[in-house]
T-cell receptor
Framework: AQRVTQPEKLLSVFKGAPVELKCNYSYSGSPELFWYVQYSRQRLQLLLRHISRESIKGFTADLNKGETSFHLKKPFAQEEDSAMYYCALRGGSEKLVFGKGTKLTVNP | EPEVTQTPSHQVTQMGQEVILRCVPISNHLYFYWYRQILGQKVEFLVSFYNNEISEKSEIFDDQFSVERPDGSNFTLKIRSTKLEDSAMYFC?????????????FGSGTQLSVL
């Protein structure tokens, strides 16, 4: 079975502080992993994907197969980072399996 | 950037009624999807559609659901006889290529309320 767990429903940090949004997955094969973000009153949009090993808006995420994790990190949070963040997995089929999401609030 | 467009943004219907949710995917995209999110729960896959046929569907996508690409631009989700538990935000998405590490473009969603 494919499953994505985001243990934190809410995460609140101050501007300039580091932020880490946790994501753990369950899948027996080689997963494709993604972070999607939904800003207030906007649509879901791709933030980054593990295959690209890219940094978008200062965010990075490393796939750790040993720990089955794909945590999202940013060293210095900005107020505009406040949003809903969803970790998602694709495992050998077309569907994306999403976590429940973490609502990040960056306080001034 | 091009966008996936969904209409209406809100739909209210009576239980047992048929509803059609409409989507206009990005024009050169070939793969189309419906997802839904019941309030407070995960975004869930419903169905994928390619080359005028369903390529994958979830267990949620039962006989009450159907999809169609009637005219080469619209992509619709029909719920034949709505139930209270069909109340959710429904998202359409599209991608240009087969979704292996491919970015999905999501619409802004249709909030369906079944009374």
């Amino acid at each position: 079975a494919q499953r994505v767990t985001q243990p934190e429903k809410l995460l609140s940090v101050f501007k300039g502080a580091p932020v880490e949004l946790k994501c753990n997955y369950s899948y027996s094969g080689s997963p494709e992993l993604f972070w999607y973000v939904q800003y207030s009153r906007q649509r879901l949009q791709l933030l980054l994907r593990h295959i690209s090993r890219e940094s978008i808006k200062g965010f990075t995420a490393d796939l750790n197969k040993g720990e089955t994790s794909f945590h999202l990190k940013k060293p210095f949070a900005q107020e505009e980072d406040s949003a809903m963040y969803y970790c998602a997995l694709r495992g050998g089929s077309e569907k994306l399996v999403f976590g429940k999401g973490t609502k990040l609030t960056v306080n001034p | 950037e091009p966008e996936v467009t969904q209409t209406p943004s809100h739909q209210v219907t009576q239980m047992g009624q048929e509803v059609i949710l409409r989507c206009v995917p990005i024009s050169n995209h070939l793969y189309f999807y419906w997802y839904r999110q019941i309030l407070g729960q995960k975004v869930e896959f419903l169905v994928s559609f390619y080359n005028n046929e369903i390529s994958e569907k979830s267990e949620i996508f039962d006989d009450q659901f159907s999809v169609e690409r009637p005219d080469g631009s619209n992509f619709t989700l029909k719920i034949r006889s709505t139930k209270l538990e069909d109340s959710a935000m429904y998202f359409c998405a599209s991608s240009y290529t087969r979704p292996t590490n491919e970015k999905l473009f999501f619409g802004s969603g249709t909030q369906l309320s079944v009374l």
